[in-house]
């Protein structure tokens, strides 16, 4: 990496994460005062406002009427008390939305929205899922038994009116107002689940859109609750990360599978936006993109060519597997929740590493080819479970106290309230990471003796 870009990546990851305040603003109106939370301290700002003697600030407008008044003030008290009929948001898209409540049937389009609204005890108000989501049923056991309105990125609007739902939590930041416009009386909200951004976590809007819909739902202690849980785990893993020295940062090539094939003409790899790449920079390790002028790009996708990949030579290599689409698509091998037998994932890994052209490269020579679950770029939590496994795998020296699999059964037994256990069930990262005593992280015990553990 040249000097100029070392830097660059250093200001946008390093310094923004060590000088991240310790709040955010809280994107509802009624949070007079710009911090985290709605609270009496807004009805004290509010007071100076039309006192005369605080200034106007974006959120003040509680009620949006156009006038900062004893009706701010009244809206703001509602909210406090969880009272309020309307609820005023900036949504993920940085778009006033207005959200009626009581909200009590709620459709959920994929797995991040499922997974938040599971979180916050609330899955009984669901009445209609996506395709990704009933396709989960080993991750969402009950949510997975909903109606199936279909692949939301082409909406089936009838199917989802059929159910009368208050509110549609969209995935994509993209068509929410074709989404409003089709559906009439129904509450449209995308809460920004999908700008996770480890990079300054506690300003991102994935924590602005969790303590929204805290809000909406009531919820708000469970909310915090959570995110306190991910913050710190983040929090801590970046400290780690950051002692890390340049000449030991491991070169670490990520990529889409199945696009990591000599056939196709590409490698898929990630810019600086995707949770994937956050996720490697986040354990101390380089991201082979990273030299790339595409790499600070808008899109969250790099094709390269693979002549420039065996060129590179990285340390390890990680293919992304996908089970179940946004599109409505089913993909193999069967991986994360869905998977208890290693042998589709060896056959797709196998296929990977026996190709000639690759032969020679080190991580190919070493064995340092990994698979992982989807889940760790596509659910909610998932860029913070996904960087303990990574740390762990990368840089085992540095993260010798971290334990992956139990951070993630946690979040499964404390958050999810799933009774599942990752010693029997689930592939998440193939081969298995070899812990300390030779127990395995990212596969079921149960068949260590088949790979050699």
């Given at each position: 990496m040249n000097g100029a870009i070392l830097i660059l990546v250093t200001l946008m990851l390093g310094a923004s994460l060590a000088m991240a305040p310790t709040s955010a603003t809280l994107g509802i109106f009624g949070n007079a005062n710009m911090d985290n939370t709605v609270?009496?301290?807004?009805?004290?700002?509010?007071?100076?406002?039309?006192?005369?003697?605080?200034?106007?600030?974006d959120f003040a407008d509680a009620n949006r009427d156009g006038e900062i008044d004893?009706?701010?003030?009244?809206?703001?008290?509602?909210?406090?008390?969880g009272d309020e009929t309307e609820l005023h948001i900036l949504d993920g898209n940085g778009e006033p939305v207005t959200v009626h409540k009581p909200v009590d049937r709620i459709v959920v389009e994929y797995l991040d929205n499922a997974e938040i609204?599971?979180?916050?005890?609330?899955?009984?108000?669901?009445?209609?899922?996506?395709?990704?989501?009933?396709?989960?049923?080993?991750?969402?056991?009950?949510?997975?038994?909903?109606?199936?309105?279909?692949?939301?990125?082409?909406?089936?609007?009838?199917?989802v009116l059929s159910l009368n739902p208050d509110l549609l939590l969209t995935f994509s930041p993209l068509n929410t107002k074709s989404k409003a416009d089709n559906l009439p009386g129904v509450d449209v909200v995308f809460l920004g689940l999908y700008y996770p951004d480890l990079a300054?976590?506690?300003?991102?809007?994935?924590?602005?859109?969790?303590?929204?819909?805290?809000?909406?739902?009531?919820?708000?202690?469970?909310?915090?609750?959570?995110?306190?849980?991910?913050?710190?785990?983040?929090?801590?893993?970046?400290?780690?990360?950051?002692?890390?020295?340049?000449?030991?940062?491991?070169?670490?090539?990520?990529?889409?599978?199945?696009?990591?094939?000599?056939?196709?003409g590409?490698?898929?790899?990630?810019?600086?936006?995707?949770t994937l790449t956050q996720i490697a920079m986040l354990t101390g390790s380089k991201v082979m993109a990273e030299d790339?002028?595409?790499?600070?790009?808008?899109?969250?996708?790099?094709?390269?060519?693979?002549?420039?990949?065996?060129?590179?030579?990285?340390?390890?290599?990680?293919?992304?597997?996908?089970?179940?689409?946004?599109g409505g698509t089913s993909l193999d091998p069967a991986n994360g929740y869905d998977a208890d037998d290693p042998e589709d994932i060896e056959v797709a890994r196998e296929s990977f590493t026996s190709r000639p052209e690759l032969a020679e490269m080190t991580a190919v020579k070493s064995g340092d080819v990994y698979l992982e679950s989807g889940s760790f770029r596509n659910d909610a939590s998932g860029g913070l479970i996904g960087a303990a496994y990574m740390a762990k795998l990368f840089l085992p020296e540095t993260f010798t106290d971290?334990?992956?699999?139990?951070?993630?059964?946690?979040?499964?037994?404390?958050?999810?309230?799933?009774?599942?256990?990752?010693n029997e069930h689930g592939i998440f990262v193939y081969p298995p990471i070899v812990k300390e005593g030779g127990e395995l992280a990212g596969a079921p015990d149960r068949y260590s003796e088949s790979i050699g553990a």
């Open positions: 609270n009496e301290l807004d009805i004290e700002y509010l007071q100076g406002i039309i006192d005369g003697t605080n200034d106007f600030t004893e009706n701010d003030v009244a809206q703001t008290e509602m909210i406090i008390n609204v599971s979180i916050f005890n609330t899955s009984d108000k669901v009445v209609g899922i996506d395709y990704a989501v009933a396709k989960s049923k080993f991750q969402f056991p009950e949510l997975s038994k909903r109606k199936n309105v279909g692949q939301m990125n082409e909406p089936d609007y009838e199917a300054d976590p506690e300003n991102s809007k994935f924590t602005d859109g969790v303590r929204k819909l805290g809000y909406i739902l009531d919820e708000e202690e469970r909310a915090e609750e959570y995110l306190t849980w991910r913050l710190g785990w983040i929090d801590q893993i970046r400290s780690e990360g950051e002692s890390v020295s340049e000449e030991d940062r491991p070169t670490v090539l990520i990529c889409a599978y199945p696009y990591a094939h000599l056939d196709t590409a490698f898929r790899t990630y810019s600086l936006i995707d790339l002028p595409e790499f600070f790009g808008s899109s969250y996708r790099i094709d390269v060519d693979p002549e420039w990949v065996i060129e590179q030579d990285p340390d390890f290599i990680l293919l992304h597997l996908v089970a179940y689409t946004y971290l334990d992956p699999e139990a951070i993630h059964q946690e979040y499964l037994s404390r958050f999810l309230g799933r009774d599942y256990d990752l």
